[in-house]
């Protein structure tokens, strides 16, 4: 509800308005706020950008982990030392107390995201089916055929693409176990906004595995649950690089912060920009 919507493609209809929202991508962390003010236009008077912030008054917590998905892969050993160095700078450095947290709804992220984003609106009105997005010219998509296509070489889609497809239809023939985590799913959006409130910053890995080989996804096409989470509970989130991996690829952190409380993590990632480099050269080109 503060950068418009304007000019996507496809539009989203439905719940999907309130789920789907740009951000700025940058290079450095202090030119994000900048872009975001831009982006926002009027919208920007929601946030609370102007407010200085004291890291030393930030409750920080700190979940390692969903709680163990079947749908996800376990996290990285790197990424999880990478986020404990930087909660050992932060409570060694600006002497807080990094509280850690273990949240057992987040364990079902992938599934409440696949209920909310097929929800209805307060007016009754049901979100564009993914599949039907998928057709061309408004033919909609038969996911099982397209997935017996795909087995020869013949779909134009990609496996998580179907895959998704296949998920959509499923939760459609189960609209009691759809309603179920819906309710989860407002039920985690309130759990989130009262452990975080107007001064808490939560941590937590932006994908369960380091930068993945090309085609590799496929294996897992459900790990984007980690971020796709905060898309539909609502609430503001800034990624921050932490260096590189053994193997030279980008490790990083989520930073969340409960609504419209972005400057809380636009603040911290400035702060970890300087402690840990932020953006390094990946290798030469």
Known sequence: GV???????????????????????????????????????????KLKLNEK???EKVKFHCMDHDGGSIFVSPVD???????????????????????????????????????????????????????????????????????MKWLVGMSSHTLPAIALGLTEKLMKLNPGGNAKLV???????EEMEALLGP?????????????????????????FAYTAIFNVLGLPVTQCPLGLSSEGLPLGIQLVAASYNDHLTLAVARYLEKAFGGWVLPGKV
């Open 3 to 45: 950068v418009p919507n304007d000019g996507q493609f496809p539009n989203a209809r439905g719940v999907r308005t309130s789920f789907l929202c740009t951000g700025p991508m940058c290079r450095y962390a202090e030119d994000l706020e900048p872009m975001l003010r831009v982006m926002a236009g009027p919208g920007v008077n």
């Open 199 to 223: 001064d808490g910053v939560l941590l937590y890995p932006s994908h369960p595995t380091i930068a993945p080989r090309h085609h590799s996804p496929i294996c897992m096409p459900f790990n």
């Open 53 to 55: 912030v004291s890291l």
């Open 77 to 147: 050993k790197e990424i999880l030392q990478a986020q404990k160095k930087v909660v050992e700078h932060l409570e060694g450095e600006l002497g807080v107390q990094v509280r850690r947290v273990a949240i057992h709804k987040m364990k079902y992220s992938f599934q409440i995201w696949s209920a909310m984003m097929s929800s209805k609106d307060s007016d009754g009105q049901e979100a564009q089916l993914f599949t039907d997005l998928l057709g061309d010219h408004g033919k909609p998509v038969w996911p099982l055929w397209e997935l």
């Open 183 to 189: 309710s989860m799913g407002k039920s985690l959006q």
